[in-house]
């Protein structure tokens, strides 16, 4: 396993932007399909964002689509989450993970065996 360490989070107010990284101690991350998830107090985790090892593909949860910009640098062992035109709705705890799944791309979370600790978005006024 990889380890994933999450890093950006804080308080934004609605409307606002705020971009997280995910930083990876393998130098071999380019082997990891990188994903993003969130959990809000009380809530299941849910998927949000995903992206191909080559950083070709992305995938996004329909909840942010257009808002949210997965990313990533291989040669810096990084994944990045840029968010815009944020709401409320996306306060919650953002974690990275990586999977080795055989699949080019896959938001399955039972696919991603390596997570990083959360990282905190509040958007608030």
């Known amino acids: 396993q990889v380890q994933l360490v999450a890093s950006g989070g804080g308080l934004v107010q609605p409307g606002g932007s705020l971009r997280l990284s995910c930083a990876a101690s393998?130098?071999?991350?380019?082997?990891?399909?990188i994903g993003w998830f969130r959990q809000a107090p009380g809530k299941e985790r849910e998927f949000v964002a995903v992206?191909?090892?080559?950083?070709?593909?992305?995938h996004y949860a329909d909840s942010v689509k257009d808002r949210f910009t997965i990313s990533r640098d291989n040669s810096n062992n990084t994944a990045f989450l840029q968010m815009s035109t944020l709401t409320p709705e996306d306060t919650a705890e953002y974690y990275c993970?990586?999977?080795?799944?055989?699949?080019?791309?896959?938001?399955?979370?039972?696919?991603?065996?390596?997570w990083g600790q959360g990282t905190q978005v509040t958007v608030s006024t």
């Open positions: 992206i191909t090892r080559n950083g070709a593909q992305t």
């Open positions: 393998d130098p071999m991350f380019y082997n990891y399909i």
């Open positions: 993970a990586a999977s080795t799944a055989s699949l080019t791309l896959t938001h399955s979370e039972a696919d991603f065996r390596s």
